[in-house]
């Protein structure tokens, strides 16, 4: 099962568009069932994530997690869809205070 595995240390009010921008995986290849964690260590931090026309995940706050800490496969891996081949897949992070670090983490099962 392909993995790709994100660290982003954000400042204040910085923005990241897509965490997962120039992967191999940004786009589905086949359809496919994607699995998502992500954790940051302090709070204020916020995921979007779209797959497609789907919207996952609205802006909301991410999980906390001691610093230098990943999501934990597979209880934390909250957020999956079912991505149609082609579908850009897009991890969106705001960071509203703080210098966080914020672990992502996506499984791409092929169906």
């Not at 120039?22 to 979007?48: D, K, M, Y």
């Amino acid at each position: 099962m392909p993995v790709i595995q994100r660290e982003n240390i954000l400042v204040a009010n910085q923005v990241v568009d897509n965490v997962i921008s120039g992967s191999a995986f940004e786009f589905a290849r086949q359809n496919e069932l994607i699995s998502i964690g992500c954790c940051s260590s302090v709070a204020g931090c916020f995921l979007t994530i779209t797959s497609g026309s789907d919207v996952v995940l609205e802006e909301s706050p991410i999980a906390l997690k001691a610093a230098g800490a990943w999501p934990i496969i597979p209880d934390d891996m909250y957020y999956s869809d079912i991505a149609a081949m082609g579908d850009r897949i897009v991890l969106r992070l705001r960071n509203g205070a703080g210098a966080p670090t914020i672990h992502t983490i996506m499984q791409v099962t092929p169906l």
